[in-house]
T-cell receptor, first 111, second 113 residues
Framework: DAKTTQPPSMDCAEGRAANLPCNHS???????VYWYRQIHSQGPQYIIH???NNETNEMASLIITEDRKSSTLILPHATLRDTAVYYC????????????FGTGTRLTIIP | AAGVIQSPRHLIKEKRETATLKCYPI?????VYWYQQGPGQDPQFLIS???????DKGSIPDRFSAQQFSDYHSELNMSSLELGDSALYFC????????????FGPGTRLTVT
């Protein structure tokens, strides 16, 4: 799986949009970009994934650049409950592949 | 909705003892993954099973073994425990060979003294 690079930490004011960047310059054509988050020692939680088009669900939006070398996770209206470590993971969707967690971004939502 | 169940939630063992962690996947899920998360570290993949067969193996010590049973639940057996085995152990499950989401359980916190 391709490696990813994320900033180690970020702050965001409550109610504002949180934009979390991720670089994955070695991503291959069949690999998807996944985002998971982990709230203080709980099990990681799936947020969203995408291949090359922008994606949106009830939790977040995912913007993938045209060359697919980077992406941004957007939490539109951050709340205190969004404080967590956010992991950007690149993986194929076939063969029940494992998740390879990097160091992630520790997002702190400030009241 | 049913989630992944792990038991026990907390476990305290002494060095050189054995431990068994159990994972009950979401109903109809056929794939189980085990991850280990040491203190202050990120989750690391240990092993996975698809349809009761081992499908992938990560940095799992030889002292550890795991299997998936006919009802799809899985057990992680850990022998000759060491202090460094103290960690959170997460189980995740997914459905099918083309799996998008892995659903994680709440984890088992193992403390080795």
């Amino acid at each position: 799986d391709a490696k990813t690079t994320q900033p180690p930490s970020m702050d965001c004011a409550e109610g504002r949009a949180a934009n979390l960047p991720c670089n994955h310059s070695t991503i291959s054509g069949n690999e998807y970009v996944y985002w998971y988050r982990q709230i203080h020692s709980q099990g990681p939680q799936y947020i969203i994934h995408g291949l090359k088009n922008n994606e949106t669900n009830e939790m977040a939006s995912l913007i993938i650049t045209e060359d697919r070398k980077s992406s941004t996770l957007i939490l539109p209206h951050a709340t205190l409950r969004d404080t967590a470590v956010y992991y950007c993971i690149v993986r194929s969707n076939f063969g029940n592949e494992k998740l390879t967690f990097g160091t992630g971004t520790r997002l702190t939502i400030i009241p | 909705a049913a989630g992944v169940i792990q038991s026990p939630r907390h476990l305290i063992k002494e060095k050189r003892e054995t431990a068994t962690l159990k994972c009950y996947p979401i109903p109809r899920h056929d794939t189980v993954y085990w991850y280990q998360q040491g203190p202050g570290q990120d989750p690391q993949f240990l092993i996975s099973f698809y349809e009761k067969m081992q499908s992938d193996k990560g940095s799992i010590p030889d002292r550890f073994s795991a299997q998936q049973f006919s009802d799809y639940h899985s057990e992680l057996n850990m022998s000759s425990l060491e202090l460094g085995d103290s960690a959170l152990y997460f189980c995740a499950s997914s459905l099918g060979r083309v799996s998008y989401e892995q659903y994680f359980g709440p984890g088992t916190r193992l403390t080795v003294t």
